[in-house]
Each structure stands twice: as structure tokens, then as C-alpha cells.
């Protein structure tokens, strides 16, 4: 009790605190572009911050997308173009991406398969944009990262839309060549007297005949209920739904869009 009468003198004799009405936020512009807002106090202080900005070691990167770039790099003067722009805004550093979901590399391989199209762009197989981009960035004085997926060996676009006239997404990948090799990830979907269960809060948009809820008085209107408890099936196995529902926090309500 003396505690409790100690911790609260002292907190009357607290000073408060002035609360500052300046904004945390300012506009710089650390590029040749249009300024944007940074948080001030964040972006200045700090060991990391501040050593970085003191020794000119800041890395002002340009992340090069694989798939959604295929139209920007697909000839030595695109890519030359690209880095001299890179350079003249004020980044020192582009990261390309050479490996890209699917699986396939942006240069030619001897392991895999080169990607050659994407969408509504195209590259000639053989052509390697790696070589130009580490040709352009030395002439820039830019540093040269790459990136790749390193576990991922296939998108479901290829997989879908491999065979079709007009397929824009190049091939499945070799994760879905080897079925045996693939890392599958398995989703429980709930049954109830062989329906599946699928989570809504309208019944009139779903399209399975069944929808769950774990809050009865959630449920439309218009919909019908089955509530079930640990015993089983509750006596009013289906009726209208009742705004004002009795369920028990063990019980889940089973919907049924009505039949038009």
C-alpha cells in the first residue's frame, strides 16, 4: 500500500513534458528529382546515418526488376542509355536482377534456360545484358550488385498460360517440371457433411453453398444457420437468423445463401 501512495506523490510532481507542434517531416531532395518527405530525426541521427553521410559512403541504388525491365535491357544501348540516366540523377549503385521467379537467368546459361520474352517485350537469346551493364557501370564509376531467387524455380503464370496462343509469360520453370523436387505447401479447408467451409461475411456473393462464421449475429438477414457446439448440432438446426443469437463461444454458425 505504501508503494502504491509513494509512486503516486511522485508522479504529482512531474513536470510535464512540452509536446513540440513541429512536424516531424521535411522535403529534401538527395537526387535530381521532385523532393519528398522524410522524417527528420530518423534520417540525421544515428551511428550508421551519420557515419555513412560523413565518409560519402551513402548507396543510392537503382533496383533493376528482372521481368518488369526486360524491354529496358534487351540492347546494348538501352543499358548504356539506362546507366548514363542512373548516374546523372545522382544514384551510385544498381542492383540487376539476373534470376527472376521463374527460375530462368537474364544472361545466357549453362544451367538453366535463358529468359527471351516477357509480357509484350522480347530479348534475343544470347544477348547478355549482365556483360553491358558491368561494361556501363564501370564507365559511370557505379558500383554493380546482382540479385537472384535463389529458391524459387517457377511462376504460376508460366504454368497457367504454357501452350496457349496467346501466353505472355514465357514457360512454368523447372520447379514445375520436376514435381518430385518441389516444396508444397498444404491449406486445410474445413468440411462440414462433405461441403466445404469457406470464411464470409456475405452470404449473397458466395459461391459455395456453405459459409462459416464465428459470430452468428455477423451473418445476413437472410441467411439460414446451423449452429454447432461440442455436443453436435444444436435443437434449432436451421432457421432464420436470429440477430440475437445464444451460441456459446465454443459454437460456429454454418450459412446457406438462399436459393433464388
Not at 188 to 215: F, M
Amino acid at each position: 500500500m505504501l508503494t502504491g501512495i509513494a509512486a503516486l506523490l511522485l508522479s504529482q510532481n512531474v513536470t510535464p513534458t512540452q509536446i513540440s507542434t513541429e512536424s516531424r517531416f521535411e522535403y529534401v531532395a538527395p537526387l535530381a528529382l521532385p523532393p519528398v518527405q522524410i522524417h527528420h530525426q530518423l534520417a540525421k541521427y544515428g551511428i550508421a546515418q551519420s557515419t555513412t553521410a560523413r565518409m560519402d559512403l551513402q548507396a543510392r541504388i537503382l533496383w533493376v526488376d528482372a521481368t518488369a525491365n526486360l524491354g529496358r535491357v534487351n540492347s546494348e544501348e538501352k543499358i548504356a542509355a539506362l546507366c548514363a540516366k542512373a548516374a546523372e540523377v545522382g544514384f551510385n549503385t544498381i542492383v540487376f536482377d539476373v534470376k527472376p521467379i521463374n527460375g530462368y537467368t537474364m544472361y545466357p546459361s549453362k544451367l538453366t534456360e535463358q529468359i527471351t520474352a516477357w509480357r509484350a517485350t522480347s530479348m534475343t537469346a544470347g544477348f547478355d545484358p549482365l556483360k553491358h551493364f558491368v561494361t556501363e557501370s564501370k564507365k559511370h564509376n557505379l558500383s554493380l550488385f546482382v540479385a537472384l531467387n535463389a529458391f524459387s524455380e517457377g511462376h504460376s503464370f508460366g504454368k497457367r498460360d504454357f501452350g496457349k496462343p496467346d501466353n505472355q509469360f514465357f514457360k512454368p520453370g523447372w520447379g514445375y517440371e520436376n514435381p518430385d523436387l518441389q516444396t508444397v505447401r498444404y491449406i486445410p479447408v474445413p468440411v462440414w457433411q462433405n461441403h466445404e467451409i469457406s470464411p464470409t461475411l456475405d452470404a449473397n456473393t458466395e459461391s459455395k453453398p456453405i459459409a462459416i462464421y464465428t459470430s452468428p449475429e455477423k451473418a445476413p438477414e437472410n441467411a439460414l444457420y446451423v449452429t454447432v457446439e461440442k455436443s453436435g448440432l444444436s435443437e434449432n438446426s436451421l432457421t432464420p437468423n436470429p440477430k440475437t443469437s445464444t451460441a456459446s463461444l465454443s459454437s460456429f454458425s454454418l450459412v446457406k445463401p438462399p436459393m433464388i
